[in-house]
């Protein structure tokens, strides 16, 4: 009990379900089968994203009071192309052997805890820098350190204020010189939170600073200045491509930029951050509904079909190809409602936040693709969507904060939809389902809100950065050590032999 609270409360503070640590839990101290596990990891994982949910709804953007924490229009975006190519990986994983799955797990978890954790430290010393700079003002333009001021300060002090010339009268006072006068800075308008006083809103300042430094593979830069902002709403609609465009052209990404950012101008409507985002969240209902239709009808994720529908028939591959087809179409429409937002605050001219994309057509398109491939790197290895969407959007350069309260409600999305089908199926103990379900949620609840109040104390968003990260290698350790040891018991069966074979997609799991 104690442990399932611990990693509930960490887990989904930075956004992931935990079900790498879960399943090894279950299986090996609890002695449930492997089948049992699954089923009740997904109980776990959906109580406990239930208790991140409750904190992060009452939560406001860093940057600016009138956003929610959660960003809707990323979830919609990503998360579904993400979960369509989960769908593909889940085949792949079906027909290659399990000591090569093993092996790419553990390679694909080493490299995403490594990149995490060297950003977690980047972001560290970035905030570290910020809240030095901070306390000591006149650093700003000096580019010097705090000691060296002192020293030139000091220096100061020591020289004379009046010298006698030869052959004078008097003594000549040497004349006061000013040191120049730094350039004054962009002008910042900053959001209405931006202006409190207080632990929020030098929090959301170091947060600014920092997330000037993030540069995303997705985006060439991340802006926080109205003053870059405004220019490049000035800016003509031919200004030279992007990187990130040139790149998802280059790639033959064109057709599906065209169709996440289309040629004619989106229609005028008014795009506040203080409404409700219905229609992404409307998107978000339709994810689960498809999600939770297709487990039900075609089985999955170890629950059979409540049709009877046999593994790889007919209805089976009509059911595969719906939810992939209704998945990426979800996502279209999500990425071609932001650009469309983009474009309409780019024309009134509004600023661009900490850990704002800068989304144009070519960006969205690559973006969707990485998001996409990701999502087959997930199912292929066996792991959550959590692991791999969240280190994704740090590389864009979403604010760490903004990031796991986004694939925190995205694993909801999955979980709750799982879970629905193994309990209507009877195929988990529904007495252990709801215990520890309400243990992952008590668990989540006041471990996001714990580690949410030492991120605001201490002005340090890089904390979750670093957690995700430690966490990440824990999975794979966790899932490794499972792995072998199921692989060592079939060695002494005598049933290594066959792990080592290729199947067919209806070859069966492992």
């Not at 994720?301 to 593994?311: E, R």
């Not at 709750?416 to 252990?432: C, K």
């Amino acid at each position: 009990m104690v442990v399932i609270f611990s990693i509930a409360g960490l887990a989904l503070a930075v956004g992931i379900g935990g079900g790498g640590m879960y399943v090894p839990l279950l299986n090996l101290l609890l002695h449930f089968k492997p089948h049992a596990s699954t089923g009740l990891s997904q109980a776990l994982i959906c109580g406990g994203a239930l208790g991140a949910l409750a904190v992060n709804v009452c939560e406001r953007h860093p940057a600016s009071a009138a956003r929610p924490m959660i960003d809707f229009g990323f979830a919609a975006f990503l998360a579904p192309a993400e979960m369509a190519g989960a769908q593909l990986g889940v085949m792949l994983n079906h027909m290659l052997p399990s000591p090569v799955i093993l092996a790419m797990m553990a390679s694909l978890l080493s490299v995403l805890a490594y990149r995490t954790l060297k950003k977690g430290g980047q972001q560290w010393r970035e905030e570290r820098e910020a809240r030095r700079r901070q306390l000591h003002p006149s650093l700003l333009h000096s580019g010097e350190s705090e000691s060296e001021s002192e020293g030139h300060a000091e220096e100061g002090r020591l020289l004379p204020r009046h010298v006698t010339v030869p052959g004078a009268s008097s003594v000549v006072p040497i004349p006061s010189v000013s040191p120049p006068t730094p350039p004054a800075p962009s002008p910042l308008k900053p959001s209405p939170s931006l202006k409190k006083s207080g632990d929020e809103g030098t929090l959301a300042a170091v947060a600014e600073d920092h997330s000037v430094h993030l540069r995303s593979r997705c985006e060439d830069s991340t802006e926080a200045s109205s003053a870059g902002d405004s220019a490049e709403a000035s800016k003509p609609a031919s200004q030279p491509p992007s990187k990130a465009a040139e790149a998802a052209t280059s790639l033959s990404f064109a057709p599906l930029a065209r169709m996440l950012a289309p040629e004619a101008e989106p229609a005028q409507r008014i795009v506040s951050d203080r409404a409700a985002p219905w229609f992404e969240i409307s998107l978000l209902g339709g994810v689960w509904v498809g999600l939770l239709a297709v487990l039900l009808l075609r089985g999955g994720k170890g629950a059979p079909s409540v049709l009877g529908l046999p593994t790889c028939g007919g209805g089976y591959w009509a059911l595969t190809f719906f939810g992939f087809f209704w998945l990426f179409g979800i996502s279209l429409l999500g990425g071609r409602r932001m650009v469309e937002d983009a474009r309409l605050r780019r024309a009134a001219g509004e600023p661009l936040l900490a850990g704002d994309v800068r989304w144009d057509g070519p960006r969205a398109a690559h973006c969707l693709v990485v998001a996409f491939l990701a999502g087959v790197l997930a199912g292929l290895v066996g792991v959550g969507g959590g692991m791999v969407l969240g280190p994704l959007l740090l590389d864009m350069g979403v604010l760490p904060q903004v990031g796991a309260a986004t694939t925190g409600t995205t694993v909801l999305l999955t979980s709750s939809s799982a879970a629905a089908v193994f309990l209507l199926g009877a195929l988990i103990p529904a007495d252990y389902a709801f215990g520890l379900g309400l243990v992952a949620l008590v668990g989540a609840f006041i471990g996001k809100v714990v580690i949410g109040a030492l991120v605001k104390r201490y002005k340090a968003a890089a904390l979750i950065t670093l957690l995700l990260g430690v966490l990440i290698f824990i999975s794979m350790l966790a899932s490794a050590t499972a792995g072998l040891l199921d692989l060592h018991a079939k060695w002494e069966s005598g049933n290594f032999a066959a792990e080592l074979a290729l199947r067919t997609p209806c070859g069966g799991g492992h």
